[in-house]
């Protein structure tokens, strides 16, 4: 399997990483914030870890808990949008791009799991 620094899904939870930070910089309301940047930090994060480890299981453990948490990204997304900390038009690019790599990650895991012994 390639590096995880090349894997597509990879790129793309690290680039929506890093928007939330930067959109949220002045946010005041610090556990809120603190909560949803570190949801979409542990996306990326798990993808590289479970990428980084030795068995096809322990791989597919890593993409399921990325899966879980752009799942948990989403609902903050929607809690952020309805409480008017985000922008209902960058609330509905986000929601996209996190769904989208949530069905990323679900045919990752299942050809990972297809491949395993």
Do not use: D, F, P
């Given at each position: 399997m390639a590096r995880f620094e090349e894997l597509e899904v990879?790129?793309?939870?690290?680039?929506?990483s890093a928007d939330l930070?930067?959109?949220l910089f002045d946010l005041r309301d610090f556990g809120f914030r603190d909560q949803i940047t570190r949801a979409g930090l542990s996306i990326p994060s798990n993808i590289a870890e479970?990428?980084?480890?030795?068995?096809?299981?322990?791989?597919?453990n890593f993409m399921n808990y990325a899966k879980g948490s752009a799942g948990e990204l989403r609902t903050q997304i929607y809690i952020g949008m309805d409480i008017g900390?985000?922008?209902?038009?960058?609330?509905?690019?986000?929601?996209?791009?996190a769904?989208?790599?949530?069905?990323?990650?679900?045919?990752?895991i299942k050809?990972?799991?297809s491949r395993a012994p």
């Open positions: 990879w790129k793309r939870s690290a680039r929506l930070y930067k959109a479970g990428h980084e480890r030795g068995s096809a299981k322990e791989v597919a900390y985000t922008e209902r038009e960058q609330g509905k690019l986000w929601l996209a791009e769904e989208e790599i949530s069905r990323m990650l679900h045919a990752l050809a990972i799991r």
